[in-house]
């Protein structure tokens, strides 16, 4: 079943120019493996007020997660929980038609508890272990585009792939179940729909070629990628710091996308909507180990790995059709249609992920400034289904040719004013595609602020920063490049984050 998905699925996820995507003449899953781990500044208010710059700083249960050696730094247990505030603004510009759209969501960033205790034995000072989940990347996203296309419909596009397949209008009858109402694939939606009609000769041409075609589409993506940490870091000699962290890895992620079409001067239909939707679901596992070694007072160095998430996802695909036709054209039971629910199972591996970073401490306690470098191997991605050798190899090639390991670089600083804190940081986030275009160039700076109170008892910290990136959607693609349209979109996001917690 998986060779009837992938087709329709390139339509979900709107790829407008992936050079694997067509050399695999299917949906390339680099792309989601890509979205799934590519994530930016994330953890306590604190860590995203410093710009995630904690390789080498530690205590704050962001070390969890970033380098467990940090969870060796405590003295007292603590709770804290981090609620997550971001708002979108998007603005998507399809052939020559501006539309705008704001959202907004609420999201636990992060929420744990750490357990700290006297060391046993001259040499181990504190041990402490904790346990916590952190909010990864959050995927939602919502975005819509409109206007007025005089050169094609998406029925165009399903003429395109049935005059492709080189397949009978018997054959498609037969792609639909009479009994369950359900068709095999979209090709066959298209018929049964009469979006699609055949040419004497062999082929296939949308059944309305009237114009202008009035379109109006709508993408609606949520979810995210959580991760459980189970830590535990050791204080040698309060000089030397070592951790080790299991974190087990949840994706949940959702896109619907619609597509409604309007005819002012159609014969065959007044119009028609097409849409579809994607849920994917994961679970995976990786390891995380660090050191941080206290070359003076008030210098610091640190390190970490984290080995790839190797994650089973299984994902479900549907779409249907709903139309409107005019009067007296074709006889009809029902106004909307569905495909079967197709299901797939395959596994991503993430990149591999490497810190090495130095925090040095300002004179009398005033504060801190933290510098570090994160490695992280996107080309050494994989995608890969059991059952499917050929497929599989593939998908590598497919990561191998677009994708390039990365070198990002975070800098934060902490200044300390009695109980109070104010933070600055950047976090430079390199592009992994080794050729970018205007419209879906990955290479980010995120810049962060941030303060604080904190005393014996509890804390209290916030943060703030805000993106902005070009990308591009494509409804649907055509053979002659001329004949389409990709709606681009220039989108803008503010990220608040709170931190609250107590020592005990």
């Known amino acids: 079943m998986k060779k009837l998905i992938i087709g329709a699925f390139a339509f979900a996820l709107g790829i407008s120019s992936s050079v694997a995507q067509l050399s695999l003449n299917g949906h390339f899953y680099g792309e989601d493996a890509l979205k799934f781990y590519s994530y930016g500044n994330y953890g306590s208010a604190r860590t995203q007020g410093m710009g995630g710059a904690f390789t080498a700083l530690g205590g704050d249960l962001s070390s969890s997660y970033l380098n467990p050696a940090g969870l060796g730094f405590y003295n007292k247990s603590e709770f804290t929980i981090s609620p997550i505030f971001t708002g979108t603004n998007t603005t998507s510009n399809y052939i020559d038609n501006p539309t705008k759209l704001s959202a907004s969501n609420m999201s636990i960033g992060q929420i744990g508890v750490v357990f700290s205790n006297r060391g046993v034995g001259t040499r181990k000072k504190r041990t402490a272990w904790s346990i916590s989940y952190n909010t990864l990347a959050n995927f939602n996203n919502d975005f819509s585009y409109s206007g007025s296309n005089k050169r094609s419909?998406?029925?165009?596009?399903?003429?395109?792939?049935?005059?492709?397949?080189?397949?009978?209008?018997?054959?498609?009858?037969?792609?639909?179940?009479?009994?369950?109402?359900?068709?095999?694939?979209?090709?066959?939606?298209?018929?049964?729909?009469?979006?699609?009609?055949?040419?004497q000769g062999g082929g296939y041409v949308a059944s309305e070629l009237s114009t202008p075609v009035n379109q109006k589409g709508n993408v609606s993506e949520s979810g995210n990628l959580g991760q459980i940490n189970l830590g535990y870091g050791i204080n040698y000699d309060d000089k030397t710091y070592v951790g080790a962290s299991l974190g087990i890895q949840n994706l949940n992620y959702t896109q619907i996308t619609d597509l409604t079409e309007q005819f002012p001067n159609g014969q065959i239909f007044n119009g028609f909507t097409f849409g579809d939707e994607l849920f994917v679901k994961g679970t995976g596992i990786n390891l995380n180990v660090g050191v941080i070694m206290k070359v003076s007072d008030n210098v610091?160095?640190?390190?970490?790995?984290?080995?790839?998430?190797?994650?089973?996802?299984?994902?479900?695909?549907?779409?249907?059709?709903?139309?409107?036709?005019?009067?007296?054209?074709?006889?009809?039971?029902?106004?909307?249609?569905?495909?079967?629910?197709?299901?797939?199972?395959?596994?991503?591996?993430?990149?591999?992920?490497?810190?090495?970073?130095?925090?040095?401490?300002?004179?009398?306690?005033?504060?801190?400034?933290?510098?570090?470098?994160?490695?992280?191997?996107?080309?050494?991605?994989?995608?890969?289904?059991?059952?499917?050798?050929i497929w599989s190899t593939d998908q590598k090639r497919g990561i191998q040719s677009e994708f390039k390991d990365v070198v990002n670089v975070k800098v934060g600083s902490?200044?300390?004013?009695?109980?109070?804190?104010?933070?600055?940081?950047?976090?430079?986030?390199?592009?992994?595609?080794?050729?970018?275009?205007?419209?879906?160039?990955?290479?980010?700076?995120?810049?962060?602020?941030?303060?604080?109170?904190?005393?014996?008892?509890?804390?209290?910290?916030?943060?703030?920063?805000?993106?902005?990136?070009?990308?591009?959607?494509?409804?649907?693609?055509?053979?002659?490049?001329?004949?389409?349209?990709?709606?681009?979109?220039?989108?803008?996001?503010?990220?608040?984050?709170?931190?609250?917690?107590?020592?005990?």
């Open 153 to 199: 419909s998406i029925s165009d596009y399903f003429a395109e792939r049935a005059t492709q397949r080189g397949i009978s209008s018997e054959a498609l009858n037969n792609e639909f179940n009479t009994t369950t109402r359900l068709a095999m694939n979209t090709t066959a939606l298209a018929y049964q729909a009469y979006l699609i009609d055949p040419v």
């Open 300 to 389: 610091r160095f640190g390190a970490n790995i984290t080995s790839p998430t190797s994650m089973r996802v299984n994902e479900t695909y549907t779409s249907y059709v709903a139309y409107d036709q005019k009067p007296n054209t074709f006889e009809s039971d029902e106004k909307e249609l569905f495909t079967v629910p197709n299901d797939f199972k395959y596994r991503i591996s993430s990149p591999l992920k490497a810190n090495l970073g130095t925090s040095i401490f300002l004179p009398k306690k005033l504060g801190v400034v933290s510098v570090e470098a994160e490695y992280v191997g996107y080309n050494m991605m994989n995608v890969r289904d059991k059952e499917d050798n």
């Open 414 to 504: 902490e200044l300390r004013f009695g109980v109070a804190r104010v933070r600055a940081g950047l976090n430079y986030l390199g592009d992994p595609r080794k050729n970018s275009d205007a419209f879906n160039t990955r290479s980010t700076l995120i810049g962060t602020v941030g303060a604080g109170i904190r005393n014996n008892r509890f804390f209290a910290d916030v943060s703030y920063s805000r993106t902005s990136r070009d990308f591009a959607f494509t409804p649907y693609n055509l053979s002659n490049e001329t004949d389409f349209e990709s709606a681009t979109l220039k989108q803008s996001k503010g990220i608040v984050g709170i931190s609250f917690g107590t020592f005990f």
